[in-house]
């Protein structure tokens, strides 16, 4: 049951909507139509060519017809073979997002090849390491239209003698692989199973991976995924594949969380890595914590990310990875790189055109700002914590394949929390181009900016909240480690 919230922004912030735009429905997802029989499914078959430059693809329906074949993400058209779709009728040639398929029969299969370019420049579509590359189905796998609704779709691969497929599904494409953006390569090495506490992870290194420092690494993804199950309690989704990316650059990882076919990271790291540089980089936790949250629409970002931003901090302190003022000093660092980087639009617009307008620091901060905002707030208030209701949401939810908003996930936390918490901050800071104020709260907290890397910690009010938020994790929920390896995992797939 919701409480009555007493802030005296009540009135005016009731009026406004958290989730300004409909969700729109990617044209890209194509449409369904009831199953008549109930037998109606899709076979898809690919064939990957040893060098990685061409995948050719036959989509067979049972069942029913397919009328449109859609592009799998924007400008997937340049490089399908002769810009066209083979079915038994001939050739359909597309000129943009799909191709219309009117003379096509029940039953009939449909052709088409693509030619994989050297590179893209998006990093998450397509990365060659060696003779290796991280290639996402959205570059590959074209989407049929209309899809009988809970039809099975069944994929086959063929591939070269000594080439693993590492993609987040198995057999068996779940639905969101179309929805959504998807993680996926094809390597020489096969993803190696990685237990941590009650979730088995498959983790694959692209190219000659990281040699002598493959274990460092893999050490380095496991106490990621221990430092996110401090918030958690437990690995927030039972499997996960993990795609590590050896790189040139030097210094911090760069990774991303994606949902489409299921939970993925990849992660960019530093060929050169070295034990002592990977104990500072949160960039593992960071991505692992992004998995206790369902898939978010962009204009939510200041949600997503200012979760993982905040409890980034927060559980390296609670596993003794950083000290507690570090933690402090690098929120407050934080805080200030977001106030400082506004574009002069509200919260909600910075998300929402995060990447035209590069306001990632705004984002991310000022979304942490409101997740700090609602965590001190709880536990002032000495009811449930933040830390609880996002337990119990990831209990929930985090495997969830719906269409979720900000607005429905804060609904759930502050359900949790017993009061609109969450919400009523989010209601007064989106709309605004200011940063969330966080002087009083922080002054409760007697935390103040200390000259040298770590925070100055004083007396005050609400001392114990501030210690309470990095208290030290027990030694047992650090070490946790699942007995024994889910019943549910498969094999990465294999050459037939
Ligand atoms: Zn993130």
């Not at 530093?270 to 998995?291: I, K, Q, V």
């Not at 200030?336 to 991310?364: A, C, I, P």
Request: overall charge neutral; proline content about 8%; hydrophobic content about 40%.
């Amino acid at each position: 049951m919701l409480l009555c919230g007493c802030s005296r922004d009540t009135s005016v912030a009731a009026r406004i909507p958290l989730t300004a735009h409909p969700v729109h429905v990617p044209a890209r997802l194509g449409t369904h139509i009831p199953a008549r029989s109930g037998d109606e499914r899709i076979t898809f078959q690919a064939k990957v060519d040893p060098d990685l430059k061409r995948i050719e693809v036959e989509v067979c329906p049972t069942g029913f017809r397919i009328e449109r074949l859609n592009a799998p993400s924007p400008g997937a058209e340049r490089w399908l073979d002769r810009g066209s779709v083979i079915t038994p009728q001939g050739e359909y040639s597309c000129s943009g997002e799909g191709v219309d398929l009117p003379l096509t029969r029940v039953g009939d299969c449909l052709r088409y090849s693509v030619n994989l370019p050297e590179s893209s420049t998006d990093p998450t579509s397509l990365r060659r390491v060696g003779s290796d590359a991280l290639l996402s189905p959205d570059l590959w796998l074209w989407i049929p239209s209309p899809r009988p609704s809970g039809a099975p779709m069944g994929l086959k691969l063929t591939l070269p003698e000594g080439m693993f497929a590492l993609l987040p599904f198995q057999d068996t494409l779940p639905e969101s692989v179309f929805a959504w953006k998807a993680a996926g390569a094809f390597g020489h090495s096969p993803s190696t199973p990685l237990l941590v506490a009650g979730a088995e992870l498959s983790v694959a290194a692209l190219g000659d991976g990281f040699g002598a420092r493959a274990n460092a690494v893999r050490d380095w993804l496991s106490r990621g995924a221990r430092e996110a199950n401090l918030l958690f309690g437990h690995f927030p989704v039972p499997r996960a594949l993990v795609i590590t990316v050896p790189s040139e650059r030097s210094g911090a990882g760069f990774g991303m969380a994606l949902r489409g076919g299921g939970p993925a990271v990849v992660i960019f790291l530093d060929r050169h890595a070295e034990a002592s540089n990977l104990n500072g980089d949160w960039t593992a936790t960071h991505e692992f914590l992004h998995l206790g949250v369902p898939r978010l629409p962009l204009e939510d970002a200041w949600l997503f990310e200012g979760l993982a931003t905040y409890y980034t901090e927060v559980v390296r302190a609670r596993a003794g990875t950083i000290s507690p003022k570090q933690a402090y000093q690098r929120l407050l660092d934080g805080f200030e790189r977001g106030r400082r980087n506004g574009t002069g639009v509200s919260l909600r617009d910075e998300s929402s055109q995060m990447h035209e307008r590069r306001s990632f620091y705004r984002v991310y901060w000022a979304g942490a700002a409101l997740a700090f905002l609602t965590d001190v707030e709880a536990r002032r208030a000495s009811g449930p914590t933040l830390d609880s209701a996002l337990r119990s949401f990831a209990e929930c939810c985090a495997s969830s394949e719906e269409e979720w908003t900000a607005e429905r996930v804060l609904a759930h936390l502050d359900q949790s929390l017993g009061a609109p918490r969450f919400t009523e901050h989010a209601r007064r800071w989106l709309d605004r181009a200011e940063f969330p104020e966080l002087d009083p709260t922080l002054r409760a907290l007697g935390v103040a900016a200390g000259p040298r890397g770590e925070a100055i910690f004083g007396r005050a009010a609400n001392a114990a909240v501030r210690d309470a938020i990095v208290a030290p994790a027990p030694a047992s929920e650090l070490t946790a480690t699942s007995a024994s390896p889910s019943k549910a995992h498969s094999e990465p797939h294999r050459r037939e």
